[in-house]
């Protein structure tokens, strides 16, 4: 993967994720029209903002979901993600260093799978998954604080091997915007402001997304599609 970074400053809060998504698709312009290009969303708040990109650059629009796998009794620090398409991912280094077994990690990601393919029937219903092979991937959601979902997102989603990854985000937090450089090809942070508290801070509307406003943005994307 490439090491490109673009940001391009914003001194003004954003109304909405609407009004994030419509800011930061101006920043996609290269890839309006193309015909190879895939927006991902990572739900539920990234699917407003993912929603306004895929419009304007009359893309595909789907959601890619990841599940953190915890350690056992430390829930909270992962070892390892699943993600859309049956893919998981592991951290062998933390795994060896804490000695977890293999029947452990079956265990939890099995729970998390399960988790994951119940959303996904609640937002995709019985779609076929997207060809991700050789495509270019613009992969959103609506801010990135310590990056971990996204981090996850990104290591998934090189498994199915897309030709380019492109992470959009209208805000992030300068050091986690940095890190994605090595990461992926390109790494688009419409605002990183410093010091950065949080993500909903940089929004004046951050009311929760729905799953009904999930489904209904995806149904709405797919129907303009068809129409293209």
Do not use: W
Not at 82 to 102: F, K, M, P, Q, Y
């Amino acid at each position: 993967m490439g090491r490109k970074a673009n940001r391009v400053e914003q001194s003004t809060f954003f109304r909405d994720r609407k009004d994030a998504g419509r800011r930061l698709a101006a920043e996609l312009f290269e890839y309006k029209n193309k015909k190879n290009v895939l927006v991902l969303a990572l739900p539920r708040g990234g699917v407003p903002v993912g929603y306004e990109i895929a419009r304007y650059l009359s893309a595909p629009l789907d959601v890619f979901l990841v599940r953190k796998l915890g350690v056992p009794g430390q829930e909270e620090l992962a070892m390892g993600a699943v993600a859309s398409g049956g893919i998981r991912v592991l951290n062998e280094d933390i795994i060896r260093a804490l000695g977890i077994h293999t029947y452990q990690i079956d265990e939890i990601a099995a729970k998390e799978q399960t988790e994951l393919e119940r959303r996904e029937q609640q937002y995709r219903g019985n779609k076929p998954d997207l060809e991700i092979k050789g495509r270019t991937v613009i992969l959103v959601d609506d801010g990135l604080a310590t990056g971990a979902s996204m981090r996850a997102a990104v290591k998934a989603l090189k498994l199915s091997m897309p030709s380019e990854i492109i992470v959009a985000v209208p805000t992030a937090s300068p050091d986690t915007c940095e890190e994605f450089k090595s990461e992926v090809d390109k790494i688009i942070c419409a605002e990183t402001p410093s010091p950065f508290r949080a993500v909903g801070a940089r929004y004046v509307d951050f009311s929760q997304t729905t799953d009904e406003e999930v489904r209904r943005l995806l149904k709405s994307a797919e129907e303009i599609g068809r129409l293209q």
